[in-house]
């Protein structure tokens, strides 16, 4: 059975920083993109950044240059480096994989989420 664990989540400053890591478990043929995403109290989950397995990343324009998005194939793990943290970055921040396990097609699977609270 394919599993995402994140970890990495807790309390920083403003203007601190934060990793997030998640790691993918199971019997796995391949993955496809990663994917973090967050969801603020009240808001909509919203995307963060994404890698694919050849190593391009997407963010979205207000995010770009203060988080940076990796994964490592071989120990199929994917992290996030959030630099100069602000208030707004406050929320849950899951991490998604399209995954192929032996015996089964692509699926997108979900970790359980970690909290990054942003506050002096």
């Known amino acids: 059975q394919v599993q995402l664990v994140e970890s990495g989540g807790g309390l920083a400053q403003p203007g601190g920083s934060l990793r997030l890591s998640c790691a993918a478990s199971?019997?796995?043929?391949?993955?496809?993109?990663m994917t973090w995403y967050r969801q603020a109290p009240g808001r909509l989950r919203e995307l963060v950044a994404s890698i694919t397995s050849g190593g391009y990343t997407h963010y979205p324009a207000y995010l770009k240059g203060r988080f940076t998005i990796s994964r490592d194939n071989a120990k199929k793990t994917v992290s996030l480096q959030m630099n100069n943290l602000k208030d707004e970055d406050t929320a849950v921040y899951y991490c998604?994989?399209?995954?192929?396990?032996?015996?089964?097609?692509?699926?997108?699977?979900w970790g359980q989420g970690t909290q990054v609270t942003v506050s002096s």
């Open positions: 998604n994989a399209d995954i192929m396990a032996e015996g089964s097609g692509p699926t997108s699977y």
């Open positions: 199971g019997i796995i043929v391949r993955i496809d993109t």
